[in-house]
């Protein structure tokens, strides 16, 4: 099979609900991934934030053949193991007390919206069931994630939309103060926007923000499904912002490639669910929890945020000086390795131009380049990848 061959057959067989490359990923290693037709590519984009050690990490094969030859899957209705032992590290690394694991970023903010709403109804009871999100947000494409997810051109089509959902602009406290009437139970934020363009939440909105919903007991919920897992330098984002979410949602890189979502939150929050009250068929099983193991035993080993730090400075770097020497190259934003290039022109035809000289990445809103490259990228990988880059914004910038 070749890229053209495998492309016919997704088109015949599968829904049509991307905009694809033309091409088939069929092997990986490190920050490099091989097509069907052999060509090689730089991967500065990580599966949106996923494999965060690269691919075929071989430290995640070895964990995951070990448990699917042991157990691969025995459902909720007995405790796991490796489920157990993920919701230890990630509650004794960060302030949660408890955990709920699920399958995607979706799932886990679902998951936070009815632990919000069921807390505040047992609490205060009904009418207090409001989501305050923030414009521009992304939550995921569930109906109450895209409901939540601040961006209208996301809603259209899928009308009617959930109730108790409402919005205000990133880093906005008088818009906050205005909108958080008695109805809302719930504010959730992401540290910093990905797929609304790499915009940071400022870190004495942040503040402010955390005081005021707490005065209130209006939960706050921290959106970490893609700056979690060590992106922004921290091990979560909330922690380089100071401030002490009541509910935290994780996916993406939480497996480091294999399907894991979670949603953690305070002793006195998750105590609102009783059996019954929330589920997942897959949620937490042992192949995936397995990988969570090894993923935060990772980033937990000695040195390896540090070095994760130094690879960050060195890519900012690195972009940096594209702004210097590549005319169509503005400025640089975001934090650790969440980082977008802002250009001088739409991103979309340079974010391809860079497909076909061998450099993946993705766009942030209409005029940036994303990228969320693996945590460990070797400085031989970035040099590449930077190379190709620059090569791509020369010539684009001399057309
Ligand atoms: C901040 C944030 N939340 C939620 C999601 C949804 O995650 P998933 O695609 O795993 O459902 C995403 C996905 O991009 C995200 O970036």
């Given at each position: ?9 997704g088109?015949?067989?599968?829904m ?6 033309p ?12 097509d ?19 691919h075929?990490?071989?430290p995640?094969v ?10 691969l899957?025995c459902s909720?209705y ?6 157990n ?14 955990v ?17 709403r ?11 069931h409001?989501?305050l ?7 995921g494409r ?10 209208d051109?996301?809603h ?5 939309l959930p109730l ?13 103060r ?13 540290a ?5 363009g ?14 005021f919903c ?5 939960l ?12 922004t330098g921290?091990?979560f984002?909330?922690q ?12 993406k890189?939480?497996?480091g490639g294999v ?11 998750a ?19 397995a ?8 980033l937990l ?5 540090e070095?994760m ?8 770097t ?18 650790g390795?969440m ?5 001088d022109?739409e ?10 000289a ?6 942030a ?6 990228f ?10 970035m ?9 791509v ?7």
């Amino acid at each position: 099979m070749n890229n053209e061959s495998i492309k016919d057959m997704g088109e015949t067989y599968v829904m049509n609900t991307y905009g694809r490359f033309p091409a088939a990923m069929v092997r990986g290693e490190g920050s490099r991934l091989f097509d069907a037709d052999q060509k090689d590519y730089i991967d500065f984009l990580g599966g949106i934030a996923v494999t965060l050690f690269g691919h075929s990490y071989p430290p995640l094969v070895e964990v995951l053949q070990k448990q699917a030859g042991t157990l691969l899957h025995c459902s909720n209705y007995y405790w796991i193991e490796p489920q157990n032992q993920l919701a230890r590290l990630l509650c004794t690394h960060s302030r949660f007390d408890k955990v709920f694991f699920c399958n995607s970023g979706a799932e886990a903010n679902e998951g936070a919206i009815k632990l919000a709403r069921k807390y505040s109804a047992l609490k205060y009871g009904p009418g207090r069931h409001k989501i305050l999100s923030m414009e521009r947000s992304f939550h995921g494409r569930t109906l109450a994630t895209l409901t939540a997810t601040g961006q209208d051109h996301f809603h259209q089509d899928f009308l009617p939309l959930p109730l108790g959902f409402d919005y205000i602009p990133l880093n906005d406290m008088q818009a906050l103060r205005e909108k958080a009437d008695d109805s809302v139970c719930a504010v959730m934020v992401e540290a910093i926007q990905g797929e609304g363009g790499v915009y940071a939440l400022d870190v004495e909105v942040a503040k402010e923000m955390a005081a005021f919903c707490q005065e209130r007991d209006i939960l706050l919920i921290a959106d970490e499904v893609q700056t979690g897992m060590g992106r922004t330098g921290e091990l979560f984002a909330y922690q380089g912002l100071g401030i002490e979410p009541d509910i935290m949602t994780l996916a993406k890189a939480l497996g480091g490639g294999v399907p894991i979502g979670a949603f953690l939150a305070t002793d006195e929050v998750a105590g609102a669910l009783k059996p019954g009250d929330h589920g997942s068929t897959f949620g937490g099983n042992p192949l995936a929890s397995a990988a969570g193991v090894l993923v935060m035993q990772t980033l937990l080993q000695d040195g390896f945020m540090e070095k994760m730090r130094k690879t960050a400075q060195r890519f900012q770097t690195a972009l940096q000086s594209l702004t210097l020497s590549c005319k169509m190259a503005l400025a640089v934003r975001g934090r650790g390795l969440m980082l977008a290039l802002e250009l001088d022109r739409e991103a979309k035809p340079v974010m391809k131009r860079l497909f076909e000289a061998g450099l993946l990445c993705s766009v942030a809103g209409e005029k940036g380049l994303r990228f969320l490259p693996a945590l460990n990228l070797t400085d031989e990988e970035m040099d590449e990848g930077m190379n190709r880059l620059k090569q791509v914004l020369d010539t684009m910038g001399e057309e």
